[in-house]
T-cell receptor, first 110, second 115 residues
Framework: GQQVMQIPQYQHVQEGEDFTTYCNSS?????IQWYKQRPGGHPVFLIQ?????EVKKQKRLTFQFGEAKKNSSLHITATQTTDVGTYFC??????????FGTGTLLAVQP | NAGVMQNPRHLVRRRGQEARLRCSPM?????VYWYRQLPEEGLKFMVY????????ESGMPKERFSAEFPKEGPSILRIQQVVRGDSAAYFC?????????????FGPGTRLTVT
């Protein structure tokens, strides 16, 4: 079945530093989504990307879909303690089910 | 507009008992998905349902697990004869039936502990 790999698994940053997580697939993707899960919480939808080379911004978050539609990234500028959590990429499958990446746990030290 | 609702939020069962997890989708959403998250792991798709129909159950274990989404009432994920390995967070998600829209809205989850 389709697999989506994310790196890194864990990232520890000082507040104010930048953070990036990467999502990679061996096959071409029709779409990719990003979710955030706070510790003890549930996944919250952040964004959906569908076009090759697409870049979308939400305040300090920048999402990018690769030209070949096989990878994606999420970049956070000047992290804050509220950014703590696990960031998952997810791919929409043929029947709308989501295939989640392995996730990147972000820890932010004040 | 209420979000996806799940109950109970926490459920403790002894080995061999049955667990019933309920999910009410967001208003106007007709698609329901169930995912399982084992401790310190990612989310794994289990089943996708529309009203009275199972669309995709490719992620459901072959035995002991079943799901339904009746015409009236919430979606139910049922686990019979629970074992310790069933301990996990079970999340329900819903989505509208708009073509090309894949985002899903998750409920708070049910944390199942099997003792």
């Amino acid at each position: 079945g389709q697999q989506v790999m994310q790196i890194p698994q864990y990232q520890h940053v000082q507040e104010g530093e930048d953070f990036t997580t990467y999502c990679n697939s061996s096959t071409t993707l029709s779409n990719i989504q990003w979710y955030k899960q706070r510790p003890g919480g549930h996944p919250v939808f952040l964004i959906q990307l569908v076009k090759s080379g697409e870049v979308k911004k939400q305040k300090r978050l920048t999402f990018q879909f690769g030209e070949a539609k096989k990878n994606s990234s999420l970049h956070i500028t000047a992290t804050q303690t509220t950014d703590v959590g696990t960031y998952f990429c997810a791919v929409g499958g043929a029947t709308n089910k989501l295939i989640f990446g392995t996730g990147t746990l972000l820890a932010v030290q004040p | 507009n209420a979000g996806v609702m799940q109950n109970p939020r926490h459920l403790v069962r002894r080995r061999g008992q049955e667990a019933r997890l309920r999910c009410s989708p967001m208003k106007g959403h007709s698609h329901v998905y169930w995912y399982r998250q084992l401790p310190e792991e990612g989310l794994k798709f289990m089943v996708y349902l529309q009203k009275e129909n199972i669309i995709d159950e490719s992620g459901m274990p072959k035995e002991r697990f079943s799901a339904e989404f009746p015409k009236e009432g919430p979606s139910i994920l049922r686990i019979q004869q629970v074992v310790r390995g069933d301990s996990a967070a079970y999340f329900c998600a819903s989505s509208p039936s708009r073509e090309g829209t894949y985002e899903q809205y998750f409920g708070p989850g049910t944390r199942l502990t099997v003792t």
